[in-house]
């Protein structure tokens, strides 16, 4: 503990901030984003010039995990540091909660004088359950919920801390069309809450549904009027196509180019460390077959024509590889990259260094020595995760897999990221030392408890 300490005074001391100014956090995580849906990633399609400057301005990783390869479990795995094997919510019902007596990074950083806020979908706990965010030390939520409610942008109502907003001009009935489009007020919010709190330290989490769910936009929307006209023939139309997913991108690399500028007008630029992440592996969407793996190919290299295997949902690379990138100037040096291999439960333990906070015990290790360009960064025993009855477990440049239907798969990640080649048979005492992990990693859910299911259950429901 006392080396910890001193390693992480002799971090603090090379910071640009002094003692008196804690710096503020931002984690902007976005639902269902690829890692090659940017324009910096060779995208031909996406016009994001906002995330490419945050990539010039940062650190790009090339080697990050989700915690899980879905919404709700993997928001459980970030927010309280436990990997899947120790999760208390491991189901992607929308409503399923985490326990009472969890800390999450909100309560976390409240120890520390930090002002809380959140603002998208929250997805670990509905209304009237034991994971509600008011009581997980935020000061405020505002957006969805229950993850099922998040599907449409143009939801009848949207959720401040427990209590239903309305929103004008939505009726729930057409999950494509209405007068209020929740992602422009959930922005507005996100954009408020920095605002009021510029002279206090903040935490400001951001779990913004695009571009996931049912793709209505505002015909008026700057971000579609670009993409409106183009003549791709991918999809059947406005609200399902792939005019509109490219829209999407683009409104939210629009919104943070202006939460960027609105913190170099406050002042907070340097002061402030900005990650942003997808929170899962993508989705092949709108295939055609000059596009076979998804027409904005979400998981495959257009430089080197290698394709993560899979997508969302499943525990292969594709359902768990996510872009992430950190920016920080003064502290994270411009246009840097980084091949460190982390994933979730690491963000509990980095937080906590970067806001010189206790962290609670977590499967995770901090990262601010890969994000300072530190040596002292500590190497994961293993990663683990499981959903559904698949099993994957990391170890060093392996990885085996197993689902209900399969014998147990053996990979060898440093030669072989397709996932192709099955070492299994060949490589038989890796492969059990790799099980044993699995085995060691694993113990029964103790869940969080639903108290009004009738409530719990209302948001997802259109009148």
């Known amino acids: 503990m006392l080396y910890r300490s001193l390693i992480l005074l002799s971090f603090f001391f090379c910071l ?24 910096h990633m060779k995208n031909d399609y996406l016009i994001t010039p906002n995330i490419d400057q945050f990539a010039a301005e940062g650190m790009r990783f090339t080697n990050a995990y989700a915690g899980a390869p879905v919404c709700g479990p993997t928001r459980c795995v970030l927010l309280t540091g436990k990997h899947m094997g120790h999760a208390s919510m491991r189901t992607n019902n929308g409503y399923a909660a985490i326990r009472k007596d969890e800390m999450t990074l909100g309560s976390m950083l409240k120890q520390k004088g930090y002002v809380t806020g959140g603002f998208g979908k929250w997805g670990i706990g509905a209304r009237e359950t034991s994971g509600i965010p008011e009581k997980h030390g935020f000061d405020e939520f505002f957006g969805y919920y229950d993850q099922v409610h ?52 903040f935490f400001c989490y951001l779990p913004w549904t695009p571009p996931h769910g049912h793709w209505g936009i505002d015909a008026d929307d700057p971000s579609w009027k670009l993409f409106k006209d183009n003549p791709w023939k991918a999809g059947q139309r406005k609200d399902t196509d792939a005019r509109t997913y490219a829209a999407f991108m ?27 992440s997808g929170d899962n592996g993508g989705q092949p969407y709108f295939k055609t077959p000059e596009r076979p793996h998804g027409f904005f190919a979400p998981n495959w290299n257009p430089l080197t024509g290698e394709r993560f295997r899979a997508g969302k949902g499943s525990l292969y690379e594709g359902g768990l590889k996510v872009p992430m990138y950190a920016r920080w100037p003064g502290n994270i040096k411009a246009g840097s990259v980084s091949d460190h291999m982390f994933y979730y439960p690491d963000i509990m333990p980095t937080l906590a260094d970067i806001a010189q906070v206790e962290s609670p015990e977590t499967d995770g290790l901090s990262i601010l020595p890969t994000l300072l360009q530190k040596d002292q960064q500590k190497q994961h025993r293993y990663l683990y995760w499981e959903y559904q009855g698949q099993v994957a477990v990391r170890y060093g440049k392996w990885k085996a897999y197993k689902d209900k239907k399969t014998d147990w798969e053996l990979y060898d990640i440093s030669k072989d990221k397709e996932e192709k080649n099955n070492l299994a048979s060949e490589k038989r005492e890796t492969l059990n030392q790799l099980i044993s992990l699995a085995n060691e990693a694993h113990e029964e859910v103790r869940p969080g408890q639903i108290y009004d299911k009738e409530l719990a259950l209302k ?5």
């Open 459 to 463: 948001d997802r429901k259109r009148k």
């Open 250 to 276: 683009h409104m939210i690399d629009r919104q943070i180019g202006e939460i960027i500028s609105l913190l170099k007008e406050l002042n907070l630029d340097e002061n402030t460390v900005f990650f942003l």
């Open 150 to 201: 998040a599907h449409t942008y143009y939801p009848k109502y949207l959720i401040r801390n427990s209590a239903e907003i309305l929103l004008e001009g939505n009726d729930d009935k057409n999950p494509y069309e209405g007068k209020t489009h929740a992602q422009d007020i959930i922005f507005e919010e996100s954009l408020t809450f920095i605002k009021k709190n510029k002279d206090k330290a």
């Open 16 to 39: 640009s901030t002094t003692a008196e100014q804690k710096p503020n956090i931002i984690f902007l995580m976005l639902d269902e984003w690829g890692y090659f849906e940017t324009s």
